[in-house]
């Protein structure tokens, strides 16, 4: 792997060198009030599912046209192969269309939460998604059901081999599919299933006007969710104050709206749960994956080891910074203020480029270079869009990516890090059929997490100046805790909800504050003055509405660390190892998909490694940074 260490300001001048023809790059706008003012090639082509909405309406008719062909083979499973193979196959198709239907619409309407039209079209593309599933909702039940010898007949087939892990995931989890008719009743409820996190989504982006405060220059500028790590890196600590008191007032103030929508989730888990004739929640979520709980419980309580880590990184903050309160928005400040740079999206993506050529190969970069050239990307933030990033798509079209850009080195790493996700889904969706190319949550995170801290590294090695190094080793180290340690605390916080209400506790506002309070003070110490409107922060959170989501952030993060390790220790098989991990999907359970990269997470020192890293960058910038005082 070949690395040059030039310094990170050469490397910015070659970027601004190649850019400098597009004013647009040299005068970059981070807010938009009218999306269609932002330029076309800093905007996501939805036509690459459907070129117009006529080719929308035309996939959801034949998706209606199906669920009858499909609701007719009930009870048929156990009659011949040919039956199955033919029932497989066109779930699958329908699969596939249904995917394209419903993303098309719920891309469209990220992008404007206010367009009253997208909403109606997602509403659709959830009806006609919860009558599919009550349609086939005999397909799991009808299999587990089946003798045992009959499934391995019917593995014989040549056509159905290729559905053997699916079959085999189906049968493992066979003391929880309940009967035909209990499925359909679950199947039937998934649009009130789905109202809690609609709600949310309405709520935050549509209907709340959100403040408007004075920015360092003097200027109003709007506090809005997706723009929250922009104000809070701000070096002026008056404009960090206001937005986050501006910020978190508004949760506060609508703090029993948002208590309610997340208890209708909960509870819809803790009936789920239930249902399915699980001890929790989050039994039944792990379940799922084929995870132990002994890995989530590794995790939890190695943290809670190494809490005074946490505790020394507050102090080493508040002494920096040179507070004498310390409060929740200054953790996100940089304590390296001399090296802040700004990136234009241009910029970043030139790094991006050649960090990933340089340390993947030209196979991954080819896919990011596609990407970019087919407009899969949604760069900037705009009135009504949602906040925050991911990576979303079908099989039958791309893996678009969702960014609202403010500029920050955190924005570079988050678009490497979504990016990671896309590649991921393209090289599973390229290697995999269908069936087999969807790869679980705990998967997820994996591929990203290493290429974000294969980045840090990259950038590392590139700078000889001091401050630059600090910049870096500062930013990395906003990247183990907010993606390992905040995660992990996120999901303590999601698991004290689900128990409360497994133990018929109500969800309130003062309840869910109280268990956010606390973890705040457990995590981060005495040093933190907690202000009465950061009890309401949970409700900024949206991955609380994909249920025991968070976690997986700071095992994939863990297991990312570990597959960097190899890259970082010359490995020659690295590269290949990880690229035929991204490339299996969900062709195999994900623990043995992560062991393929080299990492077991069985072991607990994959999880410690972390803390320890932790530590060690710790070490260093309280070193370099106390040195002077």
């Not at 969800?507 to 606390?518: C, I, N, R, V, Y």
Request: glycine letters at 6%; charged letters at 25%.
């Amino acid at each position: 792997m070949k690395r040059n260490r030039t310094s990170l300001t050469i490397v910015v001048l070659v970027v601004l060198a190649a850019f400098a023809a597009s004013s647009f790059a040299a005068e970059e706008k981070l807010f938009y009030e009218n999306r269609e003012n932002i330029p076309e090639q800093y905007r996501w082509n939805l036509d690459l599912i459907f070129p117009d909405i006529d080719a929308w309406e035309a996939a959801y008719a034949e998706v209606e046209s199906k669920i009858p062909e499909l609701a007719a083979y009930k009870g048929r499973l156990g009659e011949s192969a040919d039956v199955m193979v033919a029932v497989t196959e066109l779930l699958n198709e329908t699969m596939k269309t249904i995917e394209d239907v419903y993303v098309y619409a719920g891309q469209w309407q990220r992008t404007d939460t206010r367009d009253a039209e997208a909403n109606t079209y997602v509403g659709r593309a959830q009806s006609l998604y919860a009558r599919f599933g009550q349609a086939v909702a005999y397909f799991e039940p009808e299999i587990v059901q089946l003798p045992g010898e009959t499934i391995a007949k019917y593995l014989e087939d040549p056509r159905l081999e290729t559905y053997s892990h699916m079959l085999d995931n189906m049968l493992r989890t066979k003391a929880h599919t309940r009967s035909q008719e209990v499925e359909e009743v679950i199947a039937g409820s998934a649009l009130l299933q789905g109202s809690p996190q609609q709600t949310y989504g309405f709520l935050t982006s549509a209907d709340i006007e959100w403040p408007t405060i004075k920015d360092e220059n003097d200027e109003d500028k709007k506090v809005i969710p997706g723009l929250f790590y922009t104000f809070m890196s701000s070096q002026d600590r008056r404009v960090r104050r206001d937005a986050a008191l501006a910020l978190f007032g508004t949760y506060e103030k609508y703090g029993n709206t948002y208590s309610g929508t997340y208890n209708g989730l909960v509870q819809k888990d803790v009936w789920m749960a239930k249902t399915r004739k699980y001890a929790s929640t989050l039994d039944m979520e792990l379940d799922q994956t084929n995870v132990p709980t002994s890995v989530v419980e590794t995790l939890v309580s190695t943290v809670h080891d190494n809490l005074d880590a946490v505790h020394q990184y507050i102090e080493l903050r508040k002494e920096v910074l040179g507070l004498e309160e310390f409060h929740i928005y200054d953790l996100y400040v940089s304590m390296v203020p001399a090296a802040e740079t700004t990136y234009t999206f241009d910029e970043a993506w030139a790094m991006a480029m050649e960090f990933w050529r340089e340390t993947f190969g030209e196979e991954y970069a080819a896919v990011a270079e596609r990407g970019r050239k087919e407009r899969w990307i949604d760069v900037y933030p705009s009135e009504g869009k949602r906040g925050g990033a991911f990576s979303w798509g079908t099989y039958n079209s791309v893996p678009y990516l969702f960014l609202n850009w403010g500029g920050t080195l955190e924005d570079v790493s988050t678009l490497v890090h979504e990016m990671g996700h896309s590649i991921h889904s393209y090289l599973a969706n390229t290697n995999q059929p269908y069936h087999d190319a969807g790869y679980s949550l705990f998967v997820a995170e994996v591929g990203s997490v290493a290429s974000e801290s294969l980045f840090f590294e990259w950038l590392l090695e590139r700078t000889t100046d001091p401050t630059e190094r600090l910049a870096l080793l500062n930013q990395r180290m906003n990247s183990i805790v907010g993606t390992f340690l905040r995660q992990i605390f996120f999901h303590e916080f999601e698991h004290a909800a689900h128990v409360m209400a497994e133990e018929g506790k109500p969800l309130t506002k003062e309840s869910l504050g109280k268990a956010w309070g606390d973890l705040w003070l457990d995590y981060y110490g005495d040093q933190v003055t907690l202000d009465d409107e950061f009890k309401g922060g949970w409700a900024r959170i949206p991955h609380f509405y994909r249920t025991y989501y968070v976690w997986v952030y700071a095992t994939s993060f863990a297991a990312g660390e570990a597959i960097a390790g190899r890259f970082r220790a010359g490995d020659e098989t690295a590269v290949s190892d990880y690229l035929e991990t991204l490339k299996l999907g969900g062709s195999v359970y994900p623990m043995e998909a992560i062991k393929r990269a080299g990492v077991d997470m069985n072991d607990p020192d994959v999880i410690r490694a972390v803390m320890d890293r932790f530590r060690s960058i710790l070490g260093e910038m309280g070193k370099i940074l106390l040195e002077d005082k």
